[in-house]
């Protein structure tokens, strides 16, 4: 049996939405969604690949259509395929995507393969015939974990959204069964943050755990202005601070706050998240 | 007088061309060609700017017409206004592309703002009346320069050129006046390329100087390796030895090579440039 890919389809759809965070409002917002459709039968339907783009960064439809759909409908297609040539190697087809590319600038770039990416992995466990996180527990010879980490990122400004609607939303969370919530920051000022912050603990008691995401937002000095005030709270994490690329601001930050920070969603390279 | 943008127009374009680099080859290349329409007429002839991106990054054809060129013809025209209003102002054009954007991940979208950028700056110029060059001198109170540097970048990698064909490109570059003139490395052992080095320097002689360029190909230990090589030559520098984000590969570097480097093309945003 050979796999063939013959077919890159992406539509770009809006995903807007009144939330916003401290950096962007969603109004706006689209989303890329692919399909890497093969030549291959599993229980006498062909076999789909689906991918999606993160929400927060807006669909790649021009950059899949025009620039790495056309690499893959037009690679050799042997070329494509794992060793014992029974299903699509992911790691062969990454690279024909990135053929020609220049080192330096990832972004949108990563975020179109990526999304070409998720979807030829789609593809590959269906052709495997196993769930994906088997398919690659068992790559990396290691024991499959079915159980996932998974909390409520929520907590978004919008307008006439009040301290008790802040609380319902996150008892909504709770009701869900998370345990761990995550609301957003640095959208307001810093005393109304905290009064939020003040309000959703006061909701969520012992029942679960609070992030908080400032998306990036914050200078150093309000970087730290936050940290001074987040670390009275026993908050889960305080995330992105600053700029996803001012390593020097998230390391100033740890001397003024002690519990644990969460960054790295924005970079795009491995030579950013050495 | 007021000044409105009409519309964005972008097309892409290849400019494919047999040569290569070190990385990347140019047979599938594009490139975007924007045009600003403005409603301004000067010399009875209305003001349209036009920007392309440079080649070795695709053109962003997808990005520009989705999203960008949207924003501009989305915004309130007299928000894009200088403060005279009698101008467009870049820096306003700029915030209102950006608009919504996440921090990090720059690469293919600055690659399209800045083409738009490009020609915004062009219709600016002209609607003043003036050389974009004097009018950015005037702007930040320097005297206008009108003489710049500039050098010949060839030496390129295709099928069939061998040393006299890269010996007889380089004599077309000193006939035309340059007295600096650059080659690719990288793209073949490295003792093909010192013989390549030496065939140069022996026909460019006193008339000119030598840059070499490796597009980011090398490995640290390459790129001392051809450090310890280059440093034989009178090289006027060598150029992006490694990947652009790999900045201890560049600190590294420094110790094997005593003349200039260059490198910095492929940062795109001034948090990478720091």
Not at 74 to 102: F, H, R
Not at 175 to 186: A, L, P, S, T
Not at 214 to 220: E, I, T, W
Request: hydrophobic share 40%; net charge neutral; proline share 5%.
């Amino acid at each position: 049996m050979s796999v063939r890919i013959v077919d890159v389809r992406e539509v770009t759809k809006p995903i807007s939405s009144p939330i916003r965070n401290a950096y962007i409002d969603f109004s706006k917002m689209t989303t890329s969604l692919v399909a890497v459709v093969t030549d291959t039968l599993r229980d006498g339907k062909r076999v789909i690949g689906y991918g999606f783009n993160s929400n927060g960064r807006y669909g790649q439809g021009g950059l899949i259509r025009e620039r790495f759909a056309p690499r893959l409908r037009e690679a050799d297609p042997n070329k494509l395929l794992n060793e014992a040539g029974d299903n699509l190697d992911p790691d062969k087809i990454w690279s024909t995507l990135m053929a020609n590319e220049k080192p330096g600038g990832h972004g949108e770039r990563s975020v179109a393969v990526g999304t070409i990416d998720m979807a030829v992995w789609d593809a590959v466990a269906k052709i495997a015939g196993k769930p994906l996180f088997q398919l690659l527990a068992e790559r990396h010879k290691r024991n499959a974990n079915p159980r996932v980490f998974v909390y409520a990122a929520g907590g978004y400004y919008y307008p006439g959204k009040d301290l008790s609607m802040l609380r319902g939303e996150m008892r909504g969370y709770l009701d869900r069964g998370y345990n761990v919530v995550k609301m957003k920051i640095g959208g307001a000022p810093i005393a109304e943050d905290r009064a939020r912050i003040e309000a959703v603990l006061n909701e969520i008691g012992s029942k679960a755990q609070l992030a908080v995401d400032a998306n990036g937002r914050f200078d150093l000095e309000t970087a730290i202005a936050y940290a001074r005030m987040l670390r009275d709270y026993p908050l889960f994490w305080y995330e992105e601070a600053g700029d996803p690329l001012d390593f020097a601001l998230q390391a100033a930050l740890a001397e003024f706050y002690p519990g644990p920070m969460a960054t790295g969603e924005n970079l795009f390279s491995h030579q950013d998240a050495r």
